[in-house]
Structure formats: C-alpha cells, structure tokens
C-alpha cells in the first residue's frame, strides 16, 4: 500500500491549509487512519485519527481547529487545518492501520509564520 501526503506549504499564523492523503488502493479496510506530525529533536506525535466506524480523536492543541475525514470513493484521508499557529510547524504525516500492517506515507511539511 502507498499513501502520498500532500498539501502543504507555508502559511501565515491564522491561516488554513488542507492535506491529503491518498490511498494507492481502497481505505475501506484500514480500522484506523491518522496524521501524525513530527519537529526536530522531537517524537513523532499523533495529531488526529479517524477509524473506519467514523470515531474520530484529535490531540488537546488541534482541538476545535483541525478536522480530520475520509472520502472512501476516492481513497483518500484529508486534514482541514484551520486557525493555524506558529507551533503547528512541523512535517505531518499521514498513517493507515490494518492489523497487522501500518502505513506511513511521505510527510509533507507545514511552516506557519507570524
């Protein structure tokens, strides 16, 4: 399975972007998929997971701007980040989980500037 991450780029604080993952085969199978970003130095983080029966999770400082969902149809998983701040900086990654495989695609970086 190939999952290719896209949408990022630069944005200003406050600004939105989208990312996409796509799916080189159906999703409908994957009991989880999720966005996981990572900075320098640091861990890579689980940022928002959807499961295949629609139960969604974000991480406590995405909450309330970040949406996470998937379009079965066109094998893709996409990230809605609203309200973007300084700290959300990172390289993001997207993730698909079918026991007893996992996934990762390429990450895509996100830089916020003030």
């Known amino acids: 399975v190939q999952l290719q991450a896209s949408g990022g780029g630069p944005v200003q604080a406050g600004g939105s972007l989208r990312l996409s993952c796509s799916a080189s085969q159906s999703i409908v199978s994957f009991a989880v998929m999720g966005w996981f970003r990572q900075t320098p130095g640091k861990e890579r983080e689980l940022v928002a997971s959807?499961?295949?029966?629609?139960?969604?999770w974000y991480a406590d400082s995405v909450k309330g701007r970040f949406t996470i969902s998937r379009d079965n149809a066109k094998n893709t998983m996409s990230l809605q980040m609203n309200n973007l701040k300084i700290e959300d900086t990172a390289v993001y990654f997207c993730?698909?989980?079918?026991?007893?495989?996992?996934?990762w695609g390429q990450g895509t970086q996100v830089t916020v500037s003030s």
């Open positions: 993730n698909a989980q079918r026991v007893p495989n996992i996934y």
């Open positions: 959807l499961t295949s029966g629609e139960s969604t």
